[in-house]
């Protein structure tokens, strides 16, 4: 089998297992809805042909197999169904799985913290020259890209685990990092004792039998105390929560990016014993830059203001990501314009949302990312903006039904030492980097 069609290929993690295929020596072709060029450029430098759109034509019949993002089950639904008949089609996790089934995965997974704690994990390695290649949901600064090949042949690969359907129990890991564990993803898990079973089995089919976790985190403890109850005392048991002193400063603010460091470090320290450096794997730390939407600069305001885009959406990545903003903001206001990710996740947590976003000083909303659901009927960012100020007893929630004239109220809002977040997991970055394009295009 050597030639492959990835189907939704401009996706941040599918994109980089086509880069990985490709870098095997595999024929790789791709299927787009629509341009994307953070993750589309690289493949098609490298010859890749992507054809843009949704018809069933594109489908090419003489693939030996179609790699999908499970987004196109909704997204294009008449395609997914030749594809899906056709009896060759498998989602990028399962691939993901069968192609890494004989190599040792360093598997990080977790409700928040995945793709950071992965970048960390790679760039400690790195600096430790640990022959690995690596697959992480974001963008490295440090290597432009979201797959990174081994200069030599490797076993290894460190790859980010996604717990959404439980994709991650595609994966027998050498190494399972986990960073945390909370509910989430309420349209498909019962409930946090759902989401623990999940976590619980992916911890017992790690077959290197190492797991590092924050064992001060309750609901992560909770699984481990399942592990001593089925007597599995074989297990290497890592709390990371240990590691947080002694940290380097970081370039990235906030509490929550010091856990990551500190599972990155412990994990590390796991899996190379001896071989272990701190002051290599601290300077690793120091030297971070960073990764794609994770709390990333885009530019200043007219204002003097300064403008970040956090792919934050669950209620306790918006409250870390808001802590860290006052962290780097000091005297200035926090000006939040959020967008939240699918109407479940708000229907199941709105009283959540309101609680985190009401910590930043002006909040601006746009409408609800649906992603792969339909709306709910009385769920909507209105809804949000409304539970906002009734819980904060001040009108400082706004609701726009226009991008554009949210981002022009937040610039017109804001004034010297002030930092505009963009926040969500949908279309705002982009459409935030295409509000800056036009104003800056407009005003040269």
Not at 250 to 274: D, Q, Y
């Amino acid at each position: 089998m050597k030639k492959l069609q990835f189907i939704g290929i401009g996706g941040v993690g599918i994109s980089a297992l086509a880069k990985m295929l490709l870098n095997k020596g595999y024929q790789i072709s791709g299927i787009n809805d629509s341009e994307s060029k953070k993750t589309l450029q690289e493949l098609r430098d490298k010859g890749v042909q992507i054809e843009l759109g949704t018809d069933p034509k594109l489908l090419d019949e003489s693939a030996d197999m179609y790699i999908y993002s499970v987004a196109w089950l909704e997204r294009a639904p008449e395609l997914m169904k030749k594809a899906l008949d056709s009896k060759k089609a498998k989602n990028y996790f399962e691939a993901l799985g069968d192609f890494a089934k004989d190599m040792k995965v360093l598997a990080v997974s977790g409700t928040h913290g995945k793709t950071t704690t992965t970048a960390m994990l790679h760039e400690i390695l790195k600096a430790h020259d640990f022959t690995h290649e690596t697959i992480v949901g974001s963008i490295l600064a440090s290597e432009g890209s979201n797959y990174v090949p081994a200069d030599k042949n490797t076993d290894y690969l460190l790859v980010e685990a996604c717990e959404y359907k439980r994709h991650f129990l595609n994966f027998y890991p050498e190494l399972l990092v986990i960073t945390n564990i909370e509910a989430e993803h309420l349209d498909y898990y019962k409930d946090l004792e759902d989401v623990q079973s999940a976590f619980l089995e992916v911890a017992q089919q790690t077959k290197g039998k190492k797991i590092v976790a924050n064992l001060k985190d309750e609901n992560s403890a909770q699984i481990f105390n399942k592990f001593k109850a089925h007597e599995r005392q074989d297990f290497e048991m890592v709390d990371y929560s240990a590691f947080v002193h002694g940290l380097p400063e970081l370039s990235v603010p906030g509490e929550h990016n010091k856990m990551n460091a500190a599972a990155a470090l412990a994990a590390a320290a796991t899996l190379l014993k001896e071989k272990f450096n701190l002051d290599l794997a601290k300077s690793a730390l120091k030297n971070f830059k960073g990764t794609w939407r994770r709390f990333q600069y885009l530019s200043d305001t007219q204002n003097g203001a300064k403008i970040y885009s956090d792919y934050a959406h669950h209620p306790t990545e918006i409250k870390a990501t808001i802590q860290a903003a006052r962290e780097k903001a000091e005297s200035g206001r926090v000006i939040v314009v959020f967008e939240p990710h699918t109407y479940s996740r708000l229907k199941a947590l709105m009283d959540d949302f309101a609680g985190a976003l009401s910590l930043a000083d002006e909040i601006l909303l746009v409408p609800v990312y649906a992603a792969r659901e339909k709306e709910i009927e009385g769920i909507n960012s209105k809804v949000l903006s409304d539970k906002i100020n009734t819980f904060t007893k001040e009108d400082k929630a706004k609701f726009f039904d226009d991008y554009k004239i949210a981002f022009e109220n937040a610039m017109q809002d804001s004034r010297n030492g002030d930092m505009i977040l963009a926040m969500g997991a949908g279309d705002i970055h982009e459409n935030l980097t295409k509000y800056l394009y036009a104003k800056n295009t407009k005003k040269n």
